[in-house]
């Protein structure tokens, strides 16, 4: 049987699956990851510094409009549409076959697509808000702003996303634990599984089939039931649903 006919026929007969996506989700719909390689070397040619610096607390504090200068230009991809893994996800979702979507990616493709139930492990570039009052802001508000983006009351703008150095928020890692330790399939796609939590989360999964869809492999390809070294789009392009 080829790795495409099991994967459909775990996909068949499963009706508890949780989905783990990391930056690969992401690129396969244009948006490249700014901690890849290429990633690294271009902020330090514009930037003259790494992108775990420029999107770190620290940084964001002491040079917020570089901050915002780098984030614009590197982590907000505005007219970036859903891939054929967002769209098979949302489908299998409105099946009632896949119970949550968890993603350490920001740019809300999963919801773009018709996903309802997501956990966004680092926050989203579509929520934004007043440091000083609260006020919730769109990405509009973000992207129009020059320079650094500013409440009507004065205060900054800040996007509701993890930063390096800020910790994940406990309640979608909670939840997100919930879900992956009752799932009966559990698909993992478009990370190296090297990073913290995605390394931490994998350990809660106990049930009946963990599929890993990356293109290169990864620590945990033994423990697998199945392991697709492919893009992630290209393989659920193949699946019925
Ligand atoms: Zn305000």
């Known amino acids: 049987m080829s790795k495409i006919n099991l994967l459909q026929e775990i996909i068949d007969t499963s009706n508890n699956i949780v989905f783990f996506g990391g930056a690969g989700v ?63 996800l949302a489908k299998l979702e409105k099946a009632g076959k896949l119970r949550a ?47 650094i983006p500013r409440c009507e009351c004065g205060g900054v703008v800040k996007p509701d996303v993890v930063l390096y150095e800020e910790p994940l928020n406990n309640t979608i890692m909670n939840f997100s634990i919930d879900y992956i330790s009752r799932a ?14 995605a390394a931490g989360l994998i350990n809660y ?14 620590p945990y390809d033994n423990l697998a039931s199945l392991v697709i070294n492919d893009a992630i789009g290209e393989v659920f392009s193949q699946i019925k649903i």
């Open 101 to 147: 979507v968890i993603t350490q990616n920001i740019d809300g493709l999963h919801q773009k697509a018709g996903s309802k139930n997501v956990m966004e492990l680092h926050g989203s570039i579509h929520r934004n808000y007043c440091q000083i009052c609260g006020k919730q802001y769109g990405l509009n508000h973000i992207l129009e702003s020059d320079g």
């Open 26 to 88: 992401s690129t396969e719909s244009g948006i490249p990851d700014f901690r890849s390689e290429n990633g690294i070397f271009e902020s330090l040619r514009k930037y003259g510094d790494t992108p775990e610096n420029l999107v770190s607390h620290s940084y964001y504090l002491d040079h917020t409009e570089e901050f915002f200068n780098y984030y614009k230009d590197n982590l907000v991809f505005d007219e970036a549409m859903p891939n054929p893994a967002h769209t098979a």
């Open 205 to 218: 999964f106990n049930g009946k089939n963990l599929v890993l869809i990356n293109k290169s492999e990864t």
């Open 184 to 197: 009966e399939t559990l698909i993992i796609g478009g990370t190296s599984l090297v990073v913290y939590p």
